[in-house]
């Protein structure tokens, strides 16, 4: 109440200061920028807000449940076998047997009464696991409130102070001594509320605390022994532990609350009332925009400008077919008018736009200039989008006729080109015929040759062992004159010799025969060849014209 008493006795006086500005040309001045438009709007901004504790509530009972599940976490024992020396072994049992007499490899020696003595034998231990579902279900619990948290904390410290405001905007056209003169102030009064941020700063207080408690179990040791393991999914296993354990159970139902909550926990009231102005109040604006006239069409002040910006501007004139479209279409009434409505220009239009989003009917009616000048240029865009869209429609038509054009051509080339290629196709199978017919007579006189040679082979063969037969019967003449044990003997070599004389006789007729066999194979495949290489030029065309 003393401020705002304050700033009421310094109004007075300022108003009493521009009332004795009493001068005929001040008065002139003060009347032209009176008779302008004038548009003043006054807005009163009341904010408020309210907080959530709910889910502060039910982490802070939760903490301690959570932390004693971190300081002595379920584990299950399994059972380990190592095979060391029995020097070594610790621990034995059923299954160090049972492995002894499947590895009898194991065993070092059995004495005189039975007992067995191994060389190495089965060592059993035991080792914690603490990869159990339970485990990794609070793990992934952990991270999850670190983060829903986090997240609510940030929002806070960022948005959780409120003010109220008041703002005023005024903006004036005018024609002041032939000048255009256009005026436009917003004047915005921020104080904050001392009751609200005392309410933030306990809101604040109890997520910090949170936050450091989950910080601890998050940097725990339970959580380096889980930091490799895989975050449980939805929807979550109800097992016996986290059934049945009281700890475990009101961590599974804090789970499902944070799920289940989206709300980011602050709640924001804000009301704002428009004000209309008073006759005295719109000559106390006028006075002000007086003296903001003034300010700027005073005397220049001597002082060192901080800054001298210099531009040229060069326009161009771009050609395009639009032009003869123009040059030859109807002829316009009024004159023309060169509008740019590019991407870039439109882009740059809505980032220098100074309309909110929403607006109410006062804002409407203070922006009015504003939002006519944007639907203008919004129908200017409209209309040239539909102007592309036409060209490209006649840019498909045209192509289309020309792919129609150019088909219908290349089907009359394919059409004449088939007439050739099966002409040729006749006169190439003409040729193939007339050779395969040459290569069949030939290969018929090859075969009689080849009969020739073979008889003359089995000739040479029958007289050789008909010469080796008489001079077998020269010398068993030879040996009638010897005494009877020579020919017993000579008998016997005779014999042997004959026997291998015929074996001999008959191995070279097989050798004969395989040599004759192989020699007509080779006959054969050399005319193969000779017929395959002269009937794979022809073959080949042939395939190339079936498939086209």
């Known amino acids: 109440m003393k401020q705002q008493t304050k700033y009421q006795k310094l109004h007075q006086k300022y108003i009493k200061a521009m009332d004795s500005l009493s001068d005929t040309e001040v008065q002139e001045i003060a009347e032209?920028?009176?008779?302008?438009?004038?548009?003043?709007?006054?807005?009163?901004?009341?904010?408020?807000?309210?907080?959530?504790?709910?889910?502060?509530?039910?982490?802070?009972?939760?903490?301690?449940?959570?932390?004693?599940?971190?300081?002595?976490?379920?584990?299950?024992?399994?059972?380990?076998?190592?095979?060391?020396?029995?020097?070594?072994?610790?621990?034995?049992?059923?299954?160090?047997?049972?492995?002894?007499?499947?590895?009898?490899?194991?065993?070092?020696?059995?004495?005189?009464?039975?007992?067995?003595?191994?060389?190495?034998?089965?060592?059993?231990?035991?080792?914690?696991?603490?990869?159990?579902y339970e485990n990794r279900f609070i793990a992934t619990l952990i991270r999850h409130l670190v983060s829903?948290?986090?997240?609510?904390?940030?929002?806070?410290?960022?948005?959780?102070?409120?003010k109220n405001a008041d703002?005023?905007?005024?903006?004036?056209?005018?024609?002041?001594?032939?000048?255009?003169?256009?005026?436009?102030?917003?004047?915005?009064?921020?104080?904050?509320?001392?009751?609200?941020?005392?309410?933030?700063?306990?809101?604040?207080?109890?997520?910090?605390?949170?936050?450091?408690?989950?910080?601890?179990?998050y940097?725990?040791?339970?959580?380096?022994?889980?930091?490799?393991?895989?975050?449980?999914?939805?929807?979550?296993?109800?097992?016996?532990?986290?059934?049945?354990?009281?700890?475990?159970?009101?961590?599974?139902?804090?789970y499902r609350f944070i799920e289940s909550y989206d709300s980011i926990g602050v709640n924001h009231n804000v009301s704002e009332t428009y004000s209309d102005f008073s006759d005295q109040d719109?000559?106390?604006v006028n006075k002000t925009l007086l003296a903001n006239f003034f300010a700027i069409s005073s005397e220049e002040s001597s002082a060192k400008p901080i800054r001298e910006v210099k531009k040229e501007s060069k326009p161009r004139v771009l050609d395009s077919i639009d032009e003869e479209m123009f040059i030859f279409g109807p002829i316009q009434k009024g004159p023309i008018q060169t509008v740019r409505m590019d991407e870039e220009y439109i882009r740059n239009l809505q980032a220098r736009s100074?309309?909110?989003?929403?607006?109410?009917?006062?804002?409407?009616?203070?922006?009015?200039?504003?939002?006519?000048?944007?639907?203008?240029?919004?129908?200017?865009?409209?209309?040239?989008?539909?102007?592309?869209r036409r060209k490209k429609d006649e840019l498909k038509i045209w192509e289309a006729r020309v792919a129609t054009t150019i088909n219908r051509r290349l089907y009359e080339e394919e059409v004449a080109r088939k007439k050739d290629e099966l002409r040729n196709l006749r006169e190439r199978e003409q040729l193939l015929r007339n050779a395969r017919n040459a290569l069949v007579e030939?290969?018929?006189?090859?075969?009689e040759i080849v009969a020739d040679k073979i008889r003359e082979l089995e000739e040479r063969q029958a007289a050789r062992a008909q010469k080796e037969a008489e001079v077998a019967a020269r010398k068993a003449e030879r040996a009638n004159h010897l005494t009877e044990k020579q020919k017993r003997a000579k008998a016997r070599r005779h014999k042997r010799y004959v026997r291998q004389c015929k074996e001999k006789a008959l191995?070279?007729?097989?050798?004969?025969?395989?040599?004759?066999?192989?020699?007509?194979?080779?006959?054969?495949?050399?005319?193969k060849r000779k017929y395959a290489k002269r009937m794979k030029p022809l073959e080949n065309q042939e395939n190339v014209e079936n498939e086209k």
């Not at 829903?148 to 409120?162: G, S």
């Not at 002041?176 to 005392?198: A, F, L, N, R, Y």
């Not at 050798?511 to 050399?526: C, N, S």
Request: proline share 2%.
């Open 282 to 284: 719109f000559q106390d």
């Open 148 to 162: 829903f948290v986090q997240k609510r904390l940030d929002y806070v410290l960022q948005f959780a102070e409120i």
């Open 32 to 132: 032209s920028i009176e008779s302008g438009r004038t548009h003043v709007l006054k807005m009163k901004r009341i904010e408020s807000s309210s907080f959530d504790t709910s889910w502060i509530a039910r982490i802070e009972d939760c903490i301690y449940d959570l932390g004693s599940i971190v300081q002595l976490p379920k584990i299950t024992t399994k059972t380990v076998g190592e095979v060391v020396k029995v020097e070594l072994a610790r621990k034995i049992g059923a299954e160090s047997v049972q492995h002894l007499s499947s590895h009898t490899n194991y065993i070092k020696e059995i004495d005189e009464n039975g007992n067995v003595i191994p060389s190495k034998i089965l060592n059993l231990g035991s080792d914690d696991q603490y990869a159990t």
């Open 442 to 447: 030939s290969a018929k006189n090859n075969e």
């Open 167 to 217: 703002v005023l905007f005024v903006k004036n056209k005018s024609t002041v001594d032939g000048m255009e003169v256009e005026i436009e102030t917003k004047i915005k009064i921020t104080q904050p509320i001392e009751s609200s941020m005392d309410e933030a700063k306990s809101y604040i207080d109890r997520c910090v605390e949170v936050k450091r408690y989950m910080m601890y179990y």
């Open 354 to 388: 100074r309309i909110p989003q929403h607006l109410n009917n006062k804002e409407r009616e203070y922006y009015a200039d504003e939002i006519a000048e944007r639907l203008e240029k919004h129908d200017d865009y409209t209309e040239l989008r539909a102007l592309i």
């Open 507 to 527: 191995a070279k007729a097989k050798e004969q025969k395989r040599l004759e066999r192989e020699q007509r194979k080779e006959m054969v495949k050399a005319e």
């Open 219 to 254: 940097n725990s040791e339970f959580m380096k022994k889980l930091k490799n393991e895989r975050d449980v999914r939805n929807p979550i296993m109800m097992t016996n532990i986290l059934k049945k354990n009281p700890a475990y159970h009101k961590c599974y139902e804090l």
